[in-house]
């Protein structure tokens, strides 16, 4: 769009009508983060000013908020279950006009070929998907998922259309030890994406000092503190189950709101339909006592100039006019979407293109889930409402697993990519009384995991997931409920209605007949998460992510 045209200049000083003027509306000003009662007026999708303005196409809003369209700041798609235009569909519904998602999960199981898919799924998306390039395929070099990304291979896409910079670097030891292939890819763009849990003092110096920019892992106040005070943007995240705005906003003030964004990170289909997507981040830090212009303002413009966007996240001359009509900016109700100046039309589904079958791996035999020593064993502690998990302790009767009264079950971790044995652990927190389930959603290398309470229901739900090339799964007896995510075996290529209704089968399923805690896919997916403390289980077996490295079941 070229601005500095006479066209859009008389239109600006009001010499000629504008396309479209909202009256009589509460209009959101980012930059100072107060509302103005008066006239918006827009052209060619542009913002042309707030004043006394005549246009084509009137519109009266009688008091009603304008709010600039909403930003999140860090997203998995894939990690909605939804393809990228159906996840597009979806969120703008919420007022949602851009993301910035980093393509990992789909890059970790298809690398270049994945980061393409995504990009191509821009085209016709009911919002502008941007993307940060994944840094970390795979998370770790033990790691390695179905495709290993070096500087080079992520070097073709920079300067590609809807591509803005890195994304988060989660090898924190390469840094740390200035590793020469983690500087090579940190030196590819000026943008960067950190991911730095429970970093602190020096060590969080020197990873500043690399170049990595923002952190969207701080779960305490003090964590979110200290990297606001050494300069980071902290991205405040609320997913399915990662939910650190309680504990984060306090650190939001009129001082720091402008280092501060909204980020959903992993959030199911069922949650964005449910609850809603960065307009439900709104609402709820606006509920634990933030000023709702500040809320606005993280969602908004804060974003916007993290990543450099000058052209939207403010109702100014010149930026794009991509805003949503709210009912109040407490209860914060989008009621009407506006993209480009044009009220949002509601988009069909569209399907994605098919996706080739990323399973080469088996199913375990039932020998194979056997644990036969007792002892001091290692036992993953979930953590309710985050992916951090605790290092537990337990003494173990290999005769008495599964222990239903301490609620602990064996984990499976099954190589999807090549056959091999897989790795068993322990796992305390999902509370499952009788079932299985299983999933090929599991961060960063998207194996196979499982979980549940007979070996039998395990090797069954895991031969769902292989039979189906990507699915979740819950077995009880002979019972099975199945969402097929048959795009990389982390998507779904249906409508997102659907791929609700099958998730809500499914945790009716979990809920009701199994008694497990709410979201248990979502606790699964993240168990093989070896950048995330404390202890995870991988296809090797037990991880340790403090000590860096694998360690056996027992002690």
Request: glycine letters at 10%; charged letters at 25%; one cysteine or more.
């Amino acid at each position: 769009m070229e601005l500095y045209s006479k066209e859009m200049i008389d239109a600006a000083r009001g010499l000629s009508p504008a396309d479209l003027v909202v009256r009589n509306a509460e209009i959101f000003n980012a930059f100072t983060s107060s509302w103005e009662h008066g006239t918006l007026a827009i052209k060619n999708g542009r913002i042309l000013g707030v004043g006394n303005y005549a246009g084509k196409k009137e519109i009266d809003l009688n008091g009603s908020y304008i709010v600039p369209g909403l930003i999140d700041a860090h997203v998995h798609i894939e990690s909605s279950l939804l393809a990228p235009r159906e996840y597009a569909r979806l969120v703008a519904l919420h007022g949602t006009t851009t993301v910035i998602a980093d393509p990992h999960e789909i890059a970790n199981v298809a690398g270049k070929a994945g980061i393409g898919f995504m990009l191509g799924e821009r085209e016709g998306a009911a919002i502008d998907i941007r993307y940060m390039l994944p840094t970390c395929v795979p998370a770790t070099p033990l790691d390695v998922g179905g495709a290993t990304l070096d500087a080079d291979d992520l070097a073709g896409f920079i300067g590609r259309d809807g591509v803005d910079g890195l994304g988060e670097m989660m090898n924190v030891p390469g840094v740390l030890s200035a590793d020469e292939e983690t500087g090579k890819k940190i030196a590819l763009s000026g943008l960067r994406d950190g991911h730095a849990p429970q970093l602190s003092g020096k060590d969080l110096n020197a990873y500043i000092l690399a170049g990595l920019q923002s952190d969207h892992e701080s779960t305490a106040l003090d964590e979110a503190r200290e990297k606001l005070r050494r300069g980071m943007f902290v991205y405040v995240r609320e997913g399915s189950t990662e939910q650190s705005i309680e504990d984060l906003i306090p650190a939001v003030n009129g001082r720091t709101v402008s280092r501060c964004c909204f980020a959903t990170d992993d959030r199911h289909a069922d949650t964005l339909v449910s609850e809603g997507h960065i307009d439900h981040c709104v609402r709820k830090a606006v509920g634990c006592g933030l000023d709702p212009e500040l809320a606005i303002r993280m969602a908004t413009l804060s974003a916007a100039d993290r990543f450099g966007l000058s052209d939207r996240g403010a109702l100014s001359p010149g930026r794009r006019a991509d805003f949503c009509i709210v009912n109040d900016p407490e209860e914060f109700i989008v009621e009407k979407i506006f993209r480009d100046g044009v009220g949002a039309p509601a988009l069909a589904p569209t399907k994605p293109a098919l996706f080739p079958s990323t399973f080469q791996g088996r199913p375990p035999t039932s020998g194979e889930l056997a644990i036969t020593v007792s002892g001091r064993a290692r036992v993953i502690g979930l953590v309710p409402h985050q992916i951090v998990t605790e290092p537990l302790v337990f003494d173990i009767s290999s005769r008495d697993i599964p222990d239903l009264d301490r609620d602990i079950l064996k984990v499976v971790v099954c190589n999807r990519y090549r056959p091999k044995a897989c790795g068993v652990g322990l796992v305390h927190g999902f509370k499952i009384q009788r079932g299985a389930i299983a999933t090929s959603v599991s961060h960063d290398a998207h194996n196979v995991i499982a979980t549940g309470t007979s070996d039998t229901e395990i090797r069954w739900a895991i031969d769902e997931v292989f039979r189906t090339n990507g699915a979740m799964a819950a077995v009880v007896g002979n019972a099975k409920t199945i969402l097929p995510l048959d795009c990389a075996g982390l998507m779904s290529v249906l409508p997102y209605p659907e791929v609700v209704a099958q998730l809500n089968r499914l945790h009716e399923t979990t809920t009701d007949r199994m008694d497990a805690i709410d979201n248990p896919f979502m606790y699964l997916s993240f168990l093989a998460l070896t950048v995330i403390p404390a202890l995870r289980i991988t296809d090797r077996g037990v991880f340790d992510a403090k000590e860096f490295r694998d360690v056996p079941l027992f002690y």
